[in-house]
């Protein structure tokens, strides 16, 4: 049974950096691409950022690009890094990690693409 779980997250000021960590076990993930969401409250869960499965190729939102990197385990490919520097109180969501099984294409931003959610981490940044 696959899983993926979250590690991570917690409360920052504005400006500042955290890290989220998302291992995968129970399934064989070749080719499986990677990704973060994050969902604010009475919003809709959203993209944020994914991965191939060599790592070769990544997609971010406009609103984290180049504030948010994703990087993937380089030896397993079965975990997933989201480094978030420069944050804002606009980034406070739950954030969710998947494993997306389908090829690499442009609809890697979106959420029904996705095969596998981890259990989701708060992440809050105050002003």
């Known amino acids: 049974q696959v899983q993926l779980v979250q590690s991570g997250g917690g409360l920052v000021q504005a400006g500042g950096s955290l890290r989220l960590s998302c291992a995968a076990s129970?399934?064989?993930?070749?080719?499986?691409?990677m990704g973060w969401f994050r969902q604010a409250p009475g919003k809709d869960r959203e993209f944020v950022a994914a991965?191939?499965?060599?790592?070769?190729?990544?997609?971010y939102a406009d609103s984290v690009k180049g504030r948010f990197t994703i990087s993937r385990d380089k030896a397993t490919k079965n975990a997933v890094d989201l480094q978030m520097n420069s944050m804002k109180p606009e980034d406070t969501a739950v954030y969710y990690c998947?494993?997306?099984?389908?090829?690499?294409?442009?609809?890697?931003?979106?959420?029904?693409?996705?095969?596998?959610w981890g259990q989701g981490t708060q992440v809050t940044v105050s002003s």
């Open positions: 998947a494993a997306d099984r389908s090829p690499w294409s442009d609809d890697v931003t979106i959420k029904e693409r996705y095969d596998y």
């Open positions: 129970g399934g064989i993930f070749n080719n499986y691409a």
């Open positions: 991965i191939s499965w060599g790592g070769g190729a990544t997609v």
